[in-house]
């Protein structure tokens, strides 16, 4: 199994630019979260998906952040325009249907540096 | 709402001692998991040992267990025998009927030789 798979690991761009995160998760999993990390607020949910539908989105900061899941296997987070304050580690997360574990497993992130 | 509360923000301990984390939670829920992840400087979240709430058994991996208090909403990490490779942040984490996880700001962990 190869784990919960994000590209890019790093990502450095200009404020203003877009920027896209991607994530394929743990095939047969069905549920896939986006968490941001940062020293000042620590790890915080941004979105959640349910078998492809956008179950909680509240944790998304503002406008300028868009999640889609397209299809069971891949997802992306889109930040347009990008700004420094979004400098983070943006961390994705997949969990199987099987309830009675809830063991989301992650990826390993990507950092993300806005100039 | 949800929250974790880790009040170490530092530790250290001696190779093959014994070290406690704290964590405290604050929920209305009756049925919710609690979780405990390893991030070391890899920033590879890796679970280290996880708990459900109507289990009364305290749960144990390896070198790793917890001591859940549900009464007291407290969920602390003991690891035994410290290794040089157990040197990481390490965060507890909360899982209710929402499905996502609730993060404690963590503890910087140093297991010094």
């Known amino acids: 199994d190869a784990g919960v798979i994000q590209s890019p690991r790093h990502e450095v761009t200009e404020m203003g630019q877009e920027v896209t995160l991607r994530c394929k998760p743990i095939?047969?999993?069905?549920?896939l979260f986006w968490y941001r990390q940062t020293m000042m607020r620590g790890l915080e949910l941004l979105i959640y998906f349910n078998n492809n539908v956008p179950i909680d989105d509240s944790g998304m900061p503002e406008d300028r952040f868009s999640a889609k899941m397209p299809n069971a296997s891949f997802s992306t987070l889109k930040i347009q325009p990008s700004e420094p304050r979004d400098s983070a580690v943006y961390f994705c997360a997949s969990r199987g249907p099987t309830i009675a574990k809830n063991i989301q497993y992650f990826g390993a992130g990507t950092r993300l540096s806005v100039l | 709402a949800q929250t974790v509360t880790q009040s170490q923000p530092e530790m250290s301990v001696q190779e093959a001692e014994t070290v406690t984390l704290s964590c405290t939670y604050d929920?209305?829920?009756?049925?919710?998991?609690l979780f405990w992840y390893k991030q070391p400087p890899s920033r590879q979240m890796i679970l280290v040992i996880r708990?459900?709430?109507?289990?009364?058994q305290n749960a144990t991996e390896n070198r790793f267990s917890v001591n859940f208090q549900k009464a007291a909403k407290s969920f602390s990490l003991k690891i035994s025998d410290s290794q040089l490779g157990d040197t990481a942040m390490y965060f507890c984490a909360f899982s209710g009927s929402q499905g996502n996880l609730i993060f404690g700001k963590g503890t910087k962990l140093s297991v010094k030789p």
């Open positions: 708990q459900e709430a109507y289990k009364q």
């Open positions: 095939s047969g999993h069905n549920s």
């Open positions: 929920t209305s829920e009756s049925n919710y998991y």
